[in-house]
């Protein structure tokens, strides 16, 4: 979708929107979370009223796939739902309790007024680096 384009012609930029917030899936929290693939976006939370929600998609979910790409991590999904515009169709591959599932989603307008989760506690944690400029006797 060419921003450049829509300025041009609406005035305004599309901004397509899944309506989860979720968390990289990889080896080391899908054997300490117990999660049945070692790759994929996790959904934490789905929003009301978006085209996920709509889907059925649900917290604990783990999003494997859209369309055709395979989804390894948040920035996978969140790169291909960019490459969507709002009002297409999608299929999203989920795993869900054990099970492969797809579900057909149309692609939503990102709210203006939009308020993320503080999901701070689940992120990974900060660790600090070695001051290396300091001078060792």
């Not at 085209?51 to 859209?66: E, H, K, M, P, T």
């Amino acid at each position: 979708v060419n921003v450049a384009e829509q300025l041009i012609t609406d005035g305004t930029v599309d901004h397509p929107f899944l309506g989860v917030v979720g968390r990289t899936v990889d080896a080391t929290l899908a054997e300490q979370e117990g999660l049945d693939v070692e790759e994929g976006a996790w959904v934490l939370e789905v929003t009301e009223d978006t085209g996920a929600a709509d889907a059925g998609v649900q917290s604990d979910d783990i999003i494997v796939g859209l369309d055709d790409n395979t989804v390894r991590s948040m920035d996978d999904l969140i790169l291909y739902v960019r490459r969507s515009a709002v009002g297409d169709e999608v299929v999203l591959t989920l795993w869900r309790d054990g099970e492969k599932i797809e579900v057909v989603m149309v692609v939503g307008q990102k709210p203006e007024n939009l308020e993320i989760p503080d999901f701070s506690e689940e992120a990974s944690p900060v660790v600090p680096m070695p001051d290396l400029d300091r001078d060792e006797e």
